[in-house]
């Protein structure tokens, strides 16, 4: 075990001395910002471009990115993205080989490459984070926001900017105050242009080349605004939004052409952005290296066989599905103004935030996302219906706004509770790539007895398509099933299942809330001529910003009840769809590489080696195929939001379908107590 150790903190020694000889104190410009949680961009760019290139480096990232790419099962979508996500295509394979050969003056340049790279795929589950350089968020004291106005949409500089920003504390504010920039007579400004080009054009580039995340183009132009959520610490936020907040230091100002509010005047105004150190502490340009760019001990996989060992009692894994990075780092506590009044039902401590809207029908579910304490979300969500039912709500809505996702057993659950245990399977077909080296590692595991504690591609992971569980020694992979796409060949898995029980809690048998049509009035006009209108008793709302395991929930609310979905907020004219990006299950790379050491593969040539730097990339392992065409993955499925209602007479119905598309006022976009009462 030691031989195959030492080269890696070889290697390590090496680049750190190559990259990181200390410069003298006076010109030392990660010195000069040590220890300061705001500094200006310029400053802290020059910190993180200090770094010269290394080839060694280079190397190694892009060989583990191109074989993590060998399991990413949307691969071979990118080469023609099907309508309407073709701003998604590309051939990853050519970008790689086109980084590979790019002459790149220091390590910043080549990472800030990496990431647009993966950031364009559009796939949040699929990016590249290196430590180093999102170690610092670039903030602007101007978050936009598109609010409906006399019938007209415009973009704003939010209305509560100043209440939003002021909650970063002083060191941010008193930075402005020292060079006598007053950002706070910008807010509730009528933005014009932004960098020269009308405001909404300049929000559609920050979509296309900023915001990634998303497959649909529209979900991403609501990111890029500023907008509520319910942030890491189960707490009401607001986002800053894309443009005001983006990951990587990358611009020093904006200008914008507005006119403040109160006044009819344009005026031209260049706002610079300011720093925000988040990284790990250091004191020079040696000790930001060594703490925020060299692999550290928790950068790479490990092999589980070695440590159970000293875990005699492991229990199985859950499955995630969910966005890292950009959105805890730009929440900001929501406001006080803006907080609901309304007194919290019970089971509103975790994720889940429940109440009661002031027509004693309604029964509001706010899920910030799928993550969190696994039984606790379902406790709380037990907790929440029992105290609607017994208060005789007979409405729920469901808020998905900025949900990132979660555990993807926590999501089919919540499908479950609201459908009824009598429904049957709650989730969808899946699959994963039998590239080779996933091949070798389900016959490893297999062959040395590996199961669910150590490893997700052990079969009694998995259910087959009649729900029974998987014998530990069955071979999914063999044989393979064949998939062409865009002309390729791209054997996957066989289909199976996701086990998910016993949940925590007991699980209504009916829906504790009708899903079919609930007749809502009926007109008696004549003896012949009596009409019935009915519509459903579950809707959901959300900006389109619902990712992961939220993505799957809504579609299967969609695809297997046609529940009322309503989306806010975009660019006047164009849609957005209520799914983000849905995939099915993540593995960061430390669970890639933990797959093929506790294998026994990491020798393998097939393997990637062990990151040299601190870093992450991520990918979709696993695809979740469409109830109503299962040759689709949903995420390639376009869905819009839409409300149904059926209108009957004596002699025949005629159903209706609307999409439900409302833009944000300012009283809704950050304020979700009057979102709520208005849907």
Known sequence: MLSSICPTFVALALVAASLAIAAPAAIDPCAKIAGVPFVPTADALACQKSFPFNETLRQNVLTVISRVFDFYTFEDYYLKSPPPFQESTTNIRADIARISRTHYETDFDFNVDVYNFTTKLNDGHTRWFPNCYNSFQN?????????????QQNVFIALDSVELLT?????????????????????G??????????????????????????????PRVNSVFSSYRIDDTNAFSQRIGDLAGPELLTQTALTFRLIPANSTREETVTVPFLANFIGRPFT??????????VANDQTNGVDLRVQSNTNPHPTRRQPRAVLKGVAPKNAIGLPAPFLPTLPPVDGSSGVIKSFILPDKKTGVMFFGSFEGDFNEFQTDTLAAISAFQAANVTHLLIDLTNNGGG????????????????????GYQSTCRANPLAQKILSADIAQGIDETMSFYAPDNWAFLNDTPMPD?????????????????DPTSQRFHDICTPFAVPMPAAPPFDLRWVIQRTYVFSSIMTIT????????????????????????????????????GGKPGEPVEFKGMAGNQVLEWTDLDTEIKTAGLKDDPLAPPDLLVSADMRHNWRTAWSFLDESKPIAYVSELPKCERLVMNTS??????????FPYTKDTYNNPQNLWTFA
């Open 407 to 426: 555990f993807v057993c926590l999501g089919f659950f919540l499908h479950e509770f609201l459908a009824g245990s009598n429904f049957g399977y709650p």
């Open 533 to 568: 209108l009915a519509t459903r008793n579950v809707a959901i709302v959300s900006n389109g910003d619902c990712a992961s395991i939220c993505a799957m929930f809504s579609t299967l609310m969609n695809e297997r009840h046609n529940t009322t979905i309503a989306v806010f």
């Open 139 to 151: 903030l602007l004291p101007a978050p936009v926001v598109s609010l409906e106005e006399d019938g």
């Open 189 to 218: 400004a009528k933005v014009l242009e932004i960098e020269g080009m009308p405001a909404y054009d300049y929000i559609d580039i920050v979509a296309s080349t900023v915001s990634g995340n998303y497959l649909p183009h529209g």
């Open 652 to 661: 025949y119905g005629i159903l209706t379908v609307h999409e439900v598309q």
């Open 284 to 293: 020079d340009k040696e000790s930001f290296w060594a703490n925020n760019c």
């Open 167 to 187: 909650l970063l504390g002083s060191n941010f504010t008193d930075f402005f105050d020292t060079i006598q920039f007053d950002w706070r007579r910008l807010a």
């Open 473 to 489: 020694n069955f071979n999914y992979n063999s044989p393979s099933a064949p998939l062409v796409i865009n002309g390729h060949s």
